[in-house]
């Protein structure tokens, strides 16, 4: 999988950019658990969890919480965070495809359009089959995208994220080379800047890394193809309820798949 090593490796800048409130998130997705079995969630696993905000959210609400990320330093500065905290959660650095946990847990969640490095139909059975082993019976899988409408096979758009902290200034300004994806493998060459203002200097990080656009109907083709899950639903936010359309309140593609209960 191709990554954005110079963002992801700077991993105290990458949060400066992206922390924010993720507690509605949570909280959607230990309901939706809920909903669909009816007892509390007791275990997660977060996959590209980065600094690990929802894996810390969940592990301070009394869930046995796991994150999981390609990039060490990833994994490092999660692991730091939360030891500052006094947040107790496990952490692995590892591939999305081919883990194996010591124990399967109630929901897996990839967050922040983390699935769109995989970049072959393959990859993608190979990780719907992956996170299926991992489920306990009724376990829930939700992963989330950017809607369509607003980043596309036939629109990229225009995608930055901001922060400051402590007199640092982080910029990660998605997508400069406005890419244009292959019509064949629906994979597009993106190159990103991180851009850091600190002790009045500042310095660009340049990268590239490949995504493909997948859209709803070749996902629900895929996890048929994996087998192990089924579809539940497709929202357009963290809202019970509300299904994926093409209304300002549906502004996310947010799949909620399931481990069937064996009889």
């Not at 980065?50 to 046995?64: N, T």
């Not at 990780?127 to 991992?134: D, E, L, S």
């Not at 406005?178 to 203002?197: G, H, M, S, Y």
């Not at 899950?229 to 502004?251: H, I, T, W």
Request: glycine letters at 6%; a negative charge.
């Amino acid at each position: 999988m191709a990554e954005f090593n110079q963002v992801y490796a700077r991993a105290a800048y990458y949060d400066i950019a992206f922390r924010r409130d993720i507690s509605r998130e949570v909280e959607f997705i230990a309901a939706e658990y809920q909903r669909l079995n009816g007892r509390p969630l007791a275990s997660l696993l977060e996959i590209a969890c980065g600094p690990g905000y929802h894996v810390r959210d969940f592990a301070r609400r009394g869930v046995r919480a796991i994150g999981l990320d390609l990039m060490p330093e990833m994994i490092d500065f999660a692991r730091a965070e939360a030891e500052a905290e006094g947040v107790q959660a496990a952490w692995i650095a590892a591939d999305m495809r081919g883990f194996a946990l010591s124990a399967p847990v109630d929901a897996i969640i990839t967050m922040y359009d983390s699935i769109d490095c995989l970049s072959t139909g393959d990859d993608l059975v190979d990780h719907f089959r992956t996170v299926a082993k991992n489920l306990t019976p009724g376990g829930i899988y939700l992963f989330e995208v950017t809607h369509p409408r607003d980043c596309s096979m036939w629109n990229y758009g225009s995608h930055a994220y901001r922060g400051e902290r402590n007199g640092t200034k982080v910029e990660i300004i998605w997508a400069v080379n406005n890419p244009v994806p292959d019509p064949f493998t629906q994979v597009a060459k993106v190159e990103t800047i991180l851009r850091v203002t600190e002790n009045g200097k500042t310095t660009d990080y340049p990268d590239t890394a490949h995504e493909r656009f997948t859209l709803p109907q070749e996902f629900i083709a895929l996890i048929k193809l994996a087998g192990g899950l089924e579809v539940v639903e497709c929202y357009g936010d963290f809202v019970q309820g509300l299904k994926m359309d093409n209304s300002p309140a549906s502004r996310r593609m947010i799949f909620v798949l399931r481990k069937p209960v064996e009889p």
